[in-house]
């Protein structure tokens, strides 16, 4: 237990060099995490415009289930970093266990309530009676199998938060192979498999994420971070609840804001056509593609900034987020520029249609230049999060993604139809940005908490 104390602990040696060695190993974990929409929608595009316009419309839903896990896994890294830094052992495992059971508990309810929706919720979001069809194929399987795809989410946030990334984004990383070569099988019926199209891509995903829940498990287990006597006794089952949905629930809520507004934006694009639907779809999938260091940045910081929070170092909180937000305005720069010149041979390969690719170039062209000042909500949320307040991390984008994102998008598209909508976007992000990132620094200088210049 020594040898793995001694590792866990952040609140020694080099910020820097912590911050490579958390964000490094999740870079090839989130892109793991994120080629299973990727990898899905570019086979399913395969199959036309209709089926993709169809995956379109599952992302947001799918995205926001995903987002009250992230929230767990917020939750989960949150407190497990605090009690390492306070070198409290005893609670980690037995919350970590609770959190585990509070993940299927959460899993069961959710595909409880999501079946019987389906057809009012995405008929709410413009979907219309033959995309509906290939819908439902996608959404009941899974529905079904939302415990598999929530409960490595979790507990490879609690493997991070006791300084762990590699093992974490290795698991991932296995799934996200296993759903790249079966998905092809199962979609397009291949080596004497039937064609099942969006109901294989969803069965992929759920196969390749069984693998990673067993093995981060085992791993968890062998790491001394996952008892299965905590979930049979439930002793103090109470208290890991309350330690855990103060943060969940916040920071839940705010991860799936994004699915409800890309939801929203989807209903208003459906107004020109499905290939504006099909087109902003590949976008988002794009777009989290290329910000994958943006998120490991996030994610990786997050430990870091947790344990010194919990052992009260407060100068060695304030470097980690002076060097993650000044490398996220320079990453976000690059990616934006490289959208911008590479626009055109992205379009070609997601589709074939002239106005499709039209609608997909306007977004690379316009909504990525707001990138580098979007992320730095981005990151705020990150560190409240980590110090244990995600109400202002939920504040920054409840006002952010609700009463600006939303009015706005209806406005611009009023004004310029698909053209105006993409640039509401951006200018909301640049605005927020640059609001939340001066208000955050005040905030925290007049605490006296972090910032103290």
């Known amino acids: 237990m020594t040898t793995h104390r001694a590792k866990a602990d952040l609140t020694q040696g080099d910020i820097r060099s912590h911050l490579m060695r958390m964000t490094v190993p999740m870079i090839w974990g989130i892109l793991a995490i994120v080629s299973f929409q990727l990898v899905d929608a570019y086979y399913i595009s395969r199959l036309g415009t209709i089926p993709l316009a169809a995956f379109s419309f599952t992302f947001p839903v799918t995205y926001g289930i995903f987002s009250l896990f992230i929230g767990m896994s917020v939750a989960t890294s949150s407190v497990i970093s605090r009690l390492a830094g306070a070198q409290d052992f005893e609670s980690i495992k037995r919350i970590t266990s609770h959190a585990m059971f509070l993940v299927l508990i959460i899993s069961l309810i959710i595909a409880a309530i999501g079946i019987p929706l389906l057809d009012p919720l995405f008929r709410a979001c413009g979907a219309d009676d033959h995309s509906l069809a290939l819908i439902k194929s996608y959404m009941i399987p899974y529905f079904i199998g939302t415990f598999f795809v929530s409960m490595p989410v979790v507990g490879n946030a609690a493997l991070r938060a006791m300084g762990d990334a590699v093992r974490p984004a290795m698991i991932m990383t296995l799934a996200a192979l296993v759903n790249a070569a079966v998905a092809p099988i199962l979609v397009f019926g291949l080596w004497g498999f039937p064609r099942m199209e969006l109901h294989g891509a969803a069965l992929a995903t759920i196969s390749s994420n069984v693998i990673a829940m067993v093995a981060g498990l085992w791993l968890m287990y062998r790491r001394g971070l996952f008892d299965l006597s905590h979930i049979l006794s439930l002793h103090q089952f109470g208290d890991s609840c309350r330690r855990l949905l ?39 999938r794009v777009e989290a593609f290329t910000l994958v ?156 908490k972090i910032l103290n210049r």
């Open 293 to 448: 260091i943006m998120m490991a940045l996030s994610i990786g910081m997050a430990p870091i900034i947790g344990q010194n929070w919990g052992a009260r170092l407060f100068p060695r909180v304030h470097q980690t987020i002076r060097d993650a937000l000044f490398f996220s305005i320079i990453w976000s720069i690059f990616v934006a520029v490289c959208l911008f010149f590479f626009a055109r041979p992205l379009a070609a390969l997601f589709g074939e249609t002239a106005e499709f690719q039209s609608y997909l170039i306007l977004f690379f062209m316009m909504v990525p230049i707001s990138y580098p000042l979007s992320n730095l909500t981005n990151g705020w949320g990150s560190v409240f999060n980590a110090i244990g307040e995600p109400k202002i991390s939920a504040l920054f984008y409840l006002i952010k993604l609700i009463f600006l994102m939303i009015p706005a998008a209806f406005i611009g598209y009023s004004i310029d139809q698909v053209r105006g909508t993409f640039i509401a976007i951006a200018l909301v992000n640049i605005l927020t940005g640059l609001v939340f990132h001066f208000w955050a620094k005040r905030h925290l200088n007049s605490q006296g």
């Open 246 to 284: 103060v943060i969940a629930l916040p920071a839940g809520i705010t991860s799936a804001l994004p699915s409800f507004v890309n939801a929203t934006i989807n209903h208003i694009l459906a107004k020109t056509s499905l290939a504006a639907v099909a087109a902003y779809g590949a976008a988002t």
